[in-house]
């Protein structure tokens, strides 16, 4: 290093010495520099813990009201006693199927 770099190196600590006093050991040093550690965490916790309860509370509440419409649901909505193809054969008249080549069998007859 230059002579010039090392005297602006002195001069940046002696005015860092000057901010910063050197604080005198005491035995709460380390139990009071753990204390303001630990509550910065424990703030950073607690806002991520409220907004995480949140959202866990408002999910299972959209869950909850899912489940419950779809449980009234379908107790109002009616069983169909037909099947799929049952519906589908009664929608279906008889001779849009001769276009396709197909002839109903005596016992698909009777079910008209």
Not at 11 to 26: F, H, I, M, N
Not at 31 to 53: F, H, M, V
Not at 56 to 63: D, F, I, K
Request: net charge negative; charged share 25%.
């Amino acid at each position: 290093m230059s002579f010039q770099n090392e005297r602006e190196l002195e001069g940046l600590w002696a005015s860092y010495r000057e901010a910063v006093p050197d604080t005198e050991p005491s035995p709460e040093f380390m139990p009071k520099l753990w204390q303001s550690i630990e509550a910065r965490q424990r703030s950073r916790i607690t806002i991520w813990t409220k907004l995480t309860g949140a959202f866990v509370s408002v999910s299972l509440a959209l869950c909850l009201v899912f489940t419950i419409a779809s449980a009234v649901e379908d107790r109002l909505t009616p069983a169909h006693a037909s099947s799929y193809i049952d519906a589908l054969s009664e929608d279906t008249p008889s001779d849009t199927l001769a276009y396709a080549h197909f002839q109903p069998t005596a016992d698909e007859e009777s079910h008209k």
